[in-house]
């Protein structure tokens, strides 16, 4: 079992940055995949990005491509979301999940929500215009 903390959310205006972390507890940390999803009131929540577990593959939502990225330590048991050139429609609630992965080297990242296994509790991001 893991558990999951995000942390470093906050109010930023359009433009600006913001990085994300999700730190896990457990020395089993390398045997997931990470994934990042928001949420809106009202809305379904969306995939963001992803991270396998070895830290070599990724995948972006198109809507953060090229503005997002995702980035992992192992050794520290963290993975990153670093969040550049934001946008007021980024503003949403930010979690991080866990995906149990058998394959250190696998390259797939799932992208429903309903794959991962363990979920952390969000982090508030709001950009404002």
């Known amino acids: 079992q893991v558990q999951l903390v995000e942390s470093g959310g906050g109010l930023v205006q359009a433009g600006g940055s913001l990085r994300l972390s999700c730190a896990a507890s457990g020395r089993t940390f390398s045997r997931y995949a990470i994934g990042w999803f928001r949420q809106v009131p009202g809305k379904e929540r969306e995939f963001v990005a992803g991270?396998?577990?070895?830290?070599?593959?990724?995948r972006y939502a198109d809507s953060v491509k090229g503005r997002f990225t995702i980035s992992r330590d192992n050794a520290k048991n963290t993975v990153y979301l670093q969040m550049n050139s934001l946008k007021p429609e980024d503003t949403a609630v930010y979690f991080c999940?866990?995906?149990?992965?058998?394959?250190?080297?696998?390259?797939?990242?799932?992208?429903?929500?309903?794959?991962?296994?363990?979920w952390g509790q969000g982090t508030q991001v709001t950009v404002s215009s």
């Open positions: 991270v396998s577990r070895n830290g070599l593959v990724t």
């Open positions: 999940a866990a995906k149990s992965s058998l394959s250190y080297t696998g390259s797939y990242i799932a992208a429903e929500g309903i794959e991962y296994d363990y």
